[in-house]
C-alpha cells in the first residue's frame, strides 16, 4: 500500500477531497495514490504546503514509519 493511500485513510480524506484540493480530477488522483502515476512537483508543494507531508513520503522514497512513528503504548 502507497504512503498516501495509508494516510488518507488514516486521516479519512477522500480521492474526491483531495482532486478538489489540488484541482485535479478524482480519477487522476486515484492513479497517483495507487501508484500508477506519477506524482508532479505541483503535488508534491501542495501537499507539503497543506499538510506538511514531506515530497519523499509522497512518493514512498521513505518507509510510512519513519515519517509517523508509532506512539510507544503507555504503560499502566
Not at 500500500?1 to 484540493?21: D, P
Amino acid at each position: 500500500m502507497s504512503n498516501m493511500k495509508r494516510w488518507m485513510a488514516e486521516v479519512g480524506l477522500t480521492h474526491r477531497q483531495l482532486a478538489v484540493q489540488l484541482h485535479q480530477s478524482p480519477a487522476s488522483v486515484t492513479q497517483k495514490v495507487n501508484s500508477h502515476t506519477h506524482w508532479q512537483r505541483r503535488d508534491c508543494a501542495a501537499l507539503r504546503e497543506q499538510y506538511g507531508l514531506s515530497s519523499d513520503f509522497v512518493q514512498d522514497l521513505i518507509p510510512y514509519e519513519e515519517a509517523f512513528p508509532k506512539r510507544p503504548r503507555e504503560v499502566a
